[in-house]
Protein backbone atom coordinates (compact mmCIF):
# COMPACT_ATOMS: atom_id res chain seq x y z
CA UNK A 1 0.00 0.00 0.00
CA UNK A 2 0.95 3.54 -0.17
CA UNK A 3 0.21 5.29 2.94
CA UNK A 4 0.56 9.27 3.75
CA UNK A 5 1.23 10.25 6.99
CA UNK A 6 0.44 13.92 8.09
CA UNK A 7 1.35 15.60 11.54
CA UNK A 8 2.12 18.90 12.55
CA UNK A 9 4.53 17.07 14.84
CA UNK A 10 7.68 14.66 14.39
CA UNK A 11 11.23 14.30 15.99
CA UNK A 12 13.25 16.29 16.83
CA UNK A 13 9.86 17.45 19.15
CA UNK A 14 9.84 14.62 21.49
CA UNK A 15 6.63 13.50 22.75
CA UNK A 16 4.08 10.28 22.50
CA UNK A 17 2.75 11.23 19.03
CA UNK A 18 6.20 11.68 17.28
CA UNK A 19 7.06 8.34 18.50
CA UNK A 20 4.09 6.67 17.93
CA UNK A 21 4.54 8.14 14.28
CA UNK A 22 8.28 6.60 14.17
CA UNK A 23 6.89 3.33 15.76
CA UNK A 24 4.08 2.65 13.34
CA UNK A 25 5.83 3.85 10.29
CA UNK A 26 8.98 1.77 10.63
CA UNK A 27 7.32 -1.25 11.48
CA UNK A 28 4.78 -0.54 8.27
CA UNK A 29 7.81 0.01 6.31
CA UNK A 30 9.18 -3.14 7.40
CA UNK A 31 5.91 -4.95 6.18
CA UNK A 32 6.84 -4.13 2.59
CA UNK A 33 4.71 -0.80 2.66
CA UNK A 34 5.17 3.02 0.96
CA UNK A 35 5.33 5.20 3.70
CA UNK A 36 5.20 9.14 3.06
CA UNK A 37 5.30 11.01 6.11
CA UNK A 38 4.70 15.03 5.87
CA UNK A 39 5.93 16.79 8.96
CA UNK A 40 7.28 20.39 10.04
CA UNK A 41 11.22 21.69 9.19
CA UNK A 42 12.34 22.61 12.69
CA UNK A 43 15.47 23.32 11.11
CA UNK A 44 17.77 21.42 13.23
CA UNK A 45 21.04 19.73 11.33
CA UNK A 46 20.14 16.55 13.64
CA UNK A 47 16.60 16.48 12.12
CA UNK A 48 18.15 16.03 8.30
CA UNK A 49 20.59 13.47 9.62
CA UNK A 50 18.03 11.04 11.59
CA UNK A 51 15.27 11.34 8.23
CA UNK A 52 17.47 9.69 6.18
CA UNK A 53 17.66 6.92 8.54
CA UNK A 54 13.93 6.28 9.31
CA UNK A 55 13.53 3.91 6.57
CA UNK A 56 10.62 5.52 5.28
CA UNK A 57 10.23 8.62 3.03
CA UNK A 58 10.11 12.10 5.26
CA UNK A 59 8.56 15.21 3.42
CA UNK A 60 9.59 18.62 5.40
CA UNK A 61 7.35 22.00 5.05
CA UNK A 62 8.88 25.69 6.26
CA UNK A 63 7.57 26.49 9.76
CA UNK A 64 6.92 28.74 11.95
CA UNK A 65 7.12 29.28 15.98
CA UNK A 66 3.46 29.33 17.74
CA UNK A 67 3.82 32.33 19.85
CA UNK A 68 1.80 30.64 23.07
CA UNK A 69 3.85 27.11 22.94
CA UNK A 70 7.49 27.70 21.61
CA UNK A 71 8.43 23.62 21.43
CA UNK A 72 5.68 23.39 18.28
CA UNK A 73 5.48 24.53 14.81
CA UNK A 74 2.99 25.44 12.58
CA UNK A 75 3.33 25.05 8.83
CA UNK A 76 3.73 27.83 6.52
CA UNK A 77 0.62 28.35 4.60
CA UNK A 78 2.32 29.29 1.52
CA UNK A 79 4.40 25.97 1.84
CA UNK A 80 1.43 24.38 2.38
CA UNK A 81 -0.54 24.75 -0.65
CA UNK A 82 2.16 23.93 -2.52
CA UNK A 83 2.96 20.36 -1.06
CA UNK A 84 -0.72 19.68 -1.90
CA UNK A 85 -0.92 20.35 -5.18
CA UNK A 86 2.31 18.06 -4.98
CA UNK A 87 0.57 15.04 -3.05
CA UNK A 88 -2.45 15.22 -5.19
CA UNK A 89 -0.04 13.79 -8.47
CA UNK A 90 0.70 11.18 -6.25
CA UNK A 91 -2.04 7.79 -5.68
CA UNK A 92 -2.66 6.69 -2.30
CA UNK A 93 -4.42 4.02 -0.70
CA UNK A 94 -5.21 5.41 3.11
CA UNK A 95 -4.07 9.11 4.22
CA UNK A 96 -3.40 8.35 8.29
CA UNK A 97 -3.55 12.25 10.27
CA UNK A 98 -2.13 12.58 13.50
CA UNK A 99 -2.47 16.12 14.54
CA UNK A 100 -5.37 17.81 14.53
CA UNK A 101 -4.08 21.69 13.08
CA UNK A 102 -2.96 22.27 9.52
CA UNK A 103 -2.01 18.54 8.99
CA UNK A 104 -5.94 17.67 9.79
CA UNK A 105 -6.81 20.05 6.87
CA UNK A 106 -4.54 18.68 4.50
CA UNK A 107 -5.92 15.29 4.53
CA UNK A 108 -9.35 16.44 4.20
CA UNK A 109 -8.66 18.16 1.15
CA UNK A 110 -7.07 15.69 -0.22
CA UNK A 111 -9.23 12.68 0.76
CA UNK A 112 -12.25 15.20 -1.18
CA UNK A 113 -9.83 15.28 -4.30
CA UNK A 114 -8.93 12.20 -4.93
CA UNK A 115 -11.23 9.89 -2.97
CA UNK A 116 -9.19 8.31 -0.86
CA UNK A 117 -9.89 7.19 2.83
CA UNK A 118 -8.96 8.94 5.94
CA UNK A 119 -8.03 7.86 9.34
CA UNK A 120 -6.95 9.96 12.29
CA UNK A 121 -5.36 9.07 15.43
CA UNK A 122 -6.87 10.04 18.54
CA UNK A 123 -3.46 11.21 20.45
CA UNK A 124 -4.23 13.80 22.96
CA UNK A 125 -7.03 14.27 25.64
CA UNK A 126 -7.13 17.71 24.51
CA UNK A 127 -9.75 18.78 27.27
CA UNK A 128 -7.31 17.82 29.96
CA UNK A 129 -4.49 19.95 28.08
CA UNK A 130 -6.24 23.20 26.53
CA UNK A 131 -6.11 25.22 29.37
CA UNK A 132 -2.46 25.03 30.05
CA UNK A 133 -1.68 26.58 26.83
CA UNK A 134 -4.74 29.19 26.84
CA UNK A 135 -4.63 29.71 30.61
CA UNK A 136 -6.56 33.36 30.08
CA UNK A 137 -9.51 31.89 29.14
CA UNK A 138 -12.13 30.11 32.18
CA UNK A 139 -11.38 26.30 31.75
CA UNK A 140 -15.24 25.55 31.68
CA UNK A 141 -14.95 27.84 28.04
CA UNK A 142 -11.38 26.07 27.29
CA UNK A 143 -12.54 22.36 28.05
CA UNK A 144 -16.14 23.43 25.91
CA UNK A 145 -14.19 24.53 22.85
CA UNK A 146 -12.13 21.38 22.99
CA UNK A 147 -15.14 19.25 23.05
CA UNK A 148 -16.80 21.08 19.96
CA UNK A 149 -13.53 21.19 18.56
CA UNK A 150 -13.05 17.47 18.50
CA UNK A 151 -15.91 16.56 17.38
CA UNK A 152 -15.91 18.97 14.20
CA UNK A 153 -12.68 17.46 13.27
CA UNK A 154 -13.35 13.63 14.05
CA UNK A 155 -16.35 13.50 12.00
CA UNK A 156 -14.29 14.80 9.03
CA UNK A 157 -12.79 11.56 8.72
CA UNK A 158 -13.94 7.96 7.75
CA UNK A 159 -12.52 6.87 10.85
CA UNK A 160 -10.53 7.47 14.53
CA UNK A 161 -7.52 5.20 15.39
CA UNK A 162 -7.93 5.57 19.82
CA UNK A 163 -5.29 4.50 21.76
CA UNK A 164 -7.16 3.09 24.58
CA UNK A 165 -10.95 2.12 25.63
CA UNK A 166 -10.98 4.83 28.50
CA UNK A 167 -10.28 7.55 25.34
CA UNK A 168 -13.44 6.13 22.75
CA UNK A 169 -15.73 6.21 26.33
CA UNK A 170 -14.46 10.22 26.28
CA UNK A 171 -15.13 10.49 22.54
CA UNK A 172 -18.80 9.33 22.98
CA UNK A 173 -19.46 11.55 26.02
CA UNK A 174 -18.66 14.08 23.46
CA UNK A 175 -20.97 12.94 20.50
CA UNK A 176 -18.84 11.40 18.44
CA UNK A 177 -20.42 9.22 16.00
CA UNK A 178 -17.32 8.36 13.82
CA UNK A 179 -16.51 4.46 13.67
CA UNK A 180 -13.32 4.02 16.14
CA UNK A 181 -11.08 1.28 16.29
CA UNK A 182 -8.76 0.94 19.64
CA UNK A 183 -4.84 0.84 18.50
CA UNK A 184 -2.09 1.37 21.31
CA UNK A 185 1.05 2.11 19.79
CA UNK A 186 3.74 -0.62 20.53
CA UNK A 187 7.14 -0.42 21.07
CA UNK A 188 9.82 -2.37 19.28
CA UNK A 189 11.11 -4.81 22.30
CA UNK A 190 14.59 -5.61 20.39
CA UNK A 191 15.44 -2.17 21.25
CA UNK A 192 13.87 -2.01 24.67
CA UNK A 193 16.45 -5.25 26.02
CA UNK A 194 19.77 -3.02 26.92
CA UNK A 195 20.34 -0.06 29.04
CA UNK A 196 23.00 -0.03 31.55
CA UNK A 197 21.50 1.61 34.65
CA UNK A 198 25.50 0.85 36.31
CA UNK A 199 26.97 2.93 33.96
CA UNK A 200 24.44 5.74 34.34
CA UNK A 201 25.20 5.85 38.25
CA UNK A 202 28.49 6.16 37.58
CA UNK A 203 28.92 8.52 34.84
CA UNK A 204 26.44 10.93 36.74
CA UNK A 205 28.48 10.28 40.46
CA UNK A 206 25.45 8.31 41.56
CA UNK A 207 26.35 5.47 44.23
CA UNK A 208 25.02 2.22 43.35
CA UNK A 209 23.44 1.98 46.93
CA UNK A 210 22.00 5.42 46.55
CA UNK A 211 17.99 4.90 46.42
CA UNK A 212 16.58 6.31 43.13
CA UNK A 213 13.30 6.61 41.37
CA UNK A 214 13.29 8.03 37.70
CA UNK A 215 10.59 9.77 35.78
CA UNK A 216 10.45 9.49 31.97
CA UNK A 217 8.34 12.52 30.48
CA UNK A 218 7.48 15.60 28.72
CA UNK A 219 7.93 18.80 31.31
CA UNK A 220 4.73 20.32 31.29
CA UNK A 221 1.65 20.63 33.51
CA UNK A 222 -0.27 17.88 32.49
CA UNK A 223 2.14 15.26 33.21
CA UNK A 224 1.70 16.11 37.07
CA UNK A 225 5.67 16.13 37.65
CA UNK A 226 4.66 18.64 40.50
CA UNK A 227 2.82 15.91 42.14
CA UNK A 228 5.78 13.33 42.16
CA UNK A 229 7.64 15.89 43.27
CA UNK A 230 5.55 16.17 46.93
CA UNK A 231 5.96 12.21 46.13
CA UNK A 232 9.68 12.91 47.23
CA UNK A 233 9.53 15.46 49.72
CA UNK A 234 7.33 12.80 51.62
CA UNK A 235 9.95 10.15 51.71
CA UNK A 236 12.81 12.18 52.30
CA UNK A 237 12.46 11.81 55.76
CA UNK A 238 12.30 8.04 56.08
CA UNK A 239 14.93 7.71 53.04
CA UNK A 240 17.75 11.16 53.29
CA UNK A 241 19.83 9.57 50.71
CA UNK A 242 16.37 9.33 48.22
CA UNK A 243 17.33 10.53 44.44
CA UNK A 244 14.48 11.17 41.87
CA UNK A 245 15.98 11.65 38.34
CA UNK A 246 13.91 13.52 35.45
CA UNK A 247 14.65 13.03 32.10
CA UNK A 248 12.76 15.18 29.50
CA UNK A 249 12.40 18.76 28.87
CA UNK A 250 9.22 21.15 28.43
CA UNK A 251 7.89 24.38 29.38
CA UNK A 252 7.27 23.27 32.92
CA UNK A 253 10.27 22.81 33.67
CA UNK A 254 11.72 26.15 35.04
CA UNK A 255 8.35 26.07 37.59
CA UNK A 256 9.22 22.61 38.87
CA UNK A 257 12.81 23.74 39.50
CA UNK A 258 11.64 26.69 41.48
CA UNK A 259 9.18 23.90 43.39
CA UNK A 260 12.57 21.62 43.68
CA UNK A 261 13.90 25.16 45.68
CA UNK A 262 10.70 25.33 47.80
CA UNK A 263 10.66 22.25 49.03
CA UNK A 264 13.81 21.91 49.70
CA UNK A 265 14.76 19.09 47.76
CA UNK A 266 18.11 20.32 45.77
CA UNK A 267 20.18 17.51 46.51
CA UNK A 268 17.24 14.73 45.88
CA UNK A 269 16.21 15.89 42.35
CA UNK A 270 18.42 16.16 38.75
CA UNK A 271 17.21 17.25 35.36
CA UNK A 272 18.78 15.62 32.61
CA UNK A 273 16.89 16.86 30.01
CA UNK A 274 16.27 14.83 26.94
CA UNK A 275 18.62 12.07 26.16
CA UNK A 276 19.20 9.48 23.35
CA UNK A 277 16.51 7.06 22.88
CA UNK A 278 18.76 4.46 21.72
CA UNK A 279 21.63 4.39 24.71
CA UNK A 280 21.88 7.03 27.89
CA UNK A 281 17.78 7.09 27.74
CA UNK A 282 18.30 3.51 28.57
CA UNK A 283 20.51 3.40 31.16
CA UNK A 284 18.77 6.23 32.82
CA UNK A 285 15.75 3.93 33.10
CA UNK A 286 17.80 1.01 34.00
CA UNK A 287 19.40 3.39 36.85
CA UNK A 288 15.84 4.05 38.70
CA UNK A 289 15.23 1.38 41.62
CA UNK A 290 11.50 2.30 40.74
CA UNK A 291 9.87 3.89 37.35
CA UNK A 292 7.54 6.38 38.93
CA UNK A 293 4.65 7.93 36.95
CA UNK A 294 1.18 9.87 37.81
CA UNK A 295 0.35 11.77 34.56
CA UNK A 296 -3.51 11.98 34.70
CA UNK A 297 -4.29 13.14 31.16
CA UNK A 298 -2.43 10.07 29.38
CA UNK A 299 -4.28 8.58 25.91
CA UNK A 300 -2.00 5.41 26.33
CA UNK A 301 1.15 6.14 28.64
CA UNK A 302 4.05 5.01 26.51
CA UNK A 303 6.90 5.08 28.74
CA UNK A 304 5.35 2.44 31.11
CA UNK A 305 5.63 -0.29 29.04
CA UNK A 306 8.92 0.80 28.25
CA UNK A 307 9.65 0.84 31.61
CA UNK A 308 8.27 -2.97 31.90
CA UNK A 309 10.38 -4.19 29.00
CA UNK A 310 13.19 -2.98 30.37
CA UNK A 311 12.64 -4.42 33.46
CA UNK A 312 12.34 -1.56 36.07
CA UNK A 313 9.35 -2.45 39.11
CA UNK A 314 6.76 0.42 38.67
CA UNK A 315 4.62 3.13 40.59
CA UNK A 316 2.15 4.80 39.07
CA UNK A 317 -1.76 6.05 38.93
CA UNK A 318 -3.69 4.23 36.55
CA UNK A 319 -6.05 7.11 34.90
CA UNK A 320 -7.40 7.15 31.48
CA UNK A 321 -4.80 5.19 29.28
CA UNK A 322 -2.43 4.68 31.94
CA UNK A 323 -5.21 1.93 33.48
CA UNK A 324 -5.21 0.12 30.14
CA UNK A 325 -1.44 -0.11 30.20
CA UNK A 326 -1.48 -1.40 34.01
CA UNK A 327 -4.83 -3.68 33.50
CA UNK A 328 -3.43 -7.05 34.74
CA UNK A 329 0.51 -6.03 34.91
CA UNK A 330 2.54 -7.73 37.55
CA UNK A 331 5.55 -5.55 37.52
CA UNK A 332 3.66 -2.28 38.52
CA UNK A 333 2.21 -1.16 42.36
CA UNK A 334 -0.74 1.16 41.38
CA UNK A 335 -1.30 4.16 43.57
CA UNK A 336 -4.24 6.15 44.54
CA UNK A 337 -3.90 9.52 42.85
CA UNK A 338 -2.99 11.03 46.86
CA UNK A 339 0.33 11.79 47.83
CA UNK A 340 -0.12 9.95 50.95
CA UNK A 341 -0.76 6.44 49.27
CA UNK A 342 1.75 7.15 46.51
CA UNK A 343 4.43 7.63 49.01
CA UNK A 344 3.56 4.37 50.90
CA UNK A 345 3.77 2.17 47.67
CA UNK A 346 6.88 3.60 46.82
CA UNK A 347 8.37 2.91 50.20
CA UNK A 348 6.68 -0.19 50.14
CA UNK A 349 8.75 -0.70 47.09
CA UNK A 350 11.93 0.31 48.47
CA UNK A 351 12.10 -1.35 51.71
CA UNK A 352 11.89 -4.38 49.91
CA UNK A 353 14.90 -6.32 47.69
CA UNK A 354 12.38 -9.19 46.72
CA UNK A 355 9.44 -7.01 45.25
CA UNK A 356 11.66 -5.03 43.41
CA UNK A 357 13.32 -8.16 41.76
CA UNK A 358 9.66 -9.55 41.30
CA UNK A 359 8.19 -6.67 39.61
CA UNK A 360 11.49 -6.65 37.70
CA UNK A 361 11.26 -9.72 36.58
CA UNK A 362 7.70 -9.81 35.30
CA UNK A 363 7.94 -6.66 33.17
CA UNK A 364 9.41 -7.93 29.96
CA UNK A 365 6.63 -10.44 30.18
CA UNK A 366 4.01 -7.49 30.52
CA UNK A 367 5.86 -5.69 28.12
CA UNK A 368 5.51 -8.27 25.27
CA UNK A 369 1.40 -7.71 24.89
CA UNK A 370 2.35 -4.07 23.37
CA UNK A 371 5.21 -4.84 20.69
CA UNK A 372 4.76 -3.03 17.90
CA UNK A 373 4.86 -6.32 15.38
CA UNK A 374 1.17 -6.65 16.41
CA UNK A 375 0.02 -3.47 16.94
CA UNK A 376 1.69 -2.44 13.18
CA UNK A 377 -0.76 -5.48 11.63
CA UNK A 378 -3.74 -4.04 12.99
CA UNK A 379 -2.94 -0.94 11.68
CA UNK A 380 -2.34 -2.57 8.44
CA UNK A 381 -5.64 -4.59 8.83
CA UNK A 382 -7.50 -1.08 9.13
CA UNK A 383 -6.08 0.52 6.00
CA UNK A 384 -6.74 -2.55 4.24
CA UNK A 385 -10.43 -2.39 5.03
CA UNK A 386 -10.50 1.55 4.40
CA UNK A 387 -9.47 0.58 0.94
CA UNK A 388 -11.64 -2.14 0.44
CA UNK A 389 -14.66 -0.33 1.21
CA UNK A 390 -13.52 3.33 -0.73
CA UNK A 391 -12.89 0.85 -3.48
CA UNK A 392 -16.46 -0.35 -3.43
CA UNK A 393 -17.82 3.00 -2.99
CA UNK A 394 -17.23 5.83 -5.63
CA UNK A 395 -16.22 9.24 -5.22
CA UNK A 396 -18.56 11.64 -5.82
Wanted: aromatic share 8%; net charge negative.
Amino acid sequence: MNILMLSDVYFPRINGVSTSIRTFAQGLARMGHAVTLVAPDYGTDQQSADDGNEGFEILRLPSREIFFDPEDRLIKGRDLARAESALREREWDVIHIHTPFRAHSLGVRLARHGGWPTVETYHTYFEEYVGHYLPWLPTPLTRLLARRASRYLCHGVDELIVPSRQMVEVLDRYGVTTPSTVIPTGIDLEQFRNGDGARFRAAHGISPERPTLVTVSRLSLEKNIGFLLQVVHKLVAAFPDLLFLIAGEGPDEPRLRRVVQELGLQGHVRFFGNLDRRTTLLDAYRAGDAFVFASPTETQGLVLIEAMALGVPIVSTAVMGTATVLRDARSALVADPDVEDFARNVARLLRSPELRAQLAAAGPEDARAWGSEGMGRRLEALYARLAQRHELVPAT
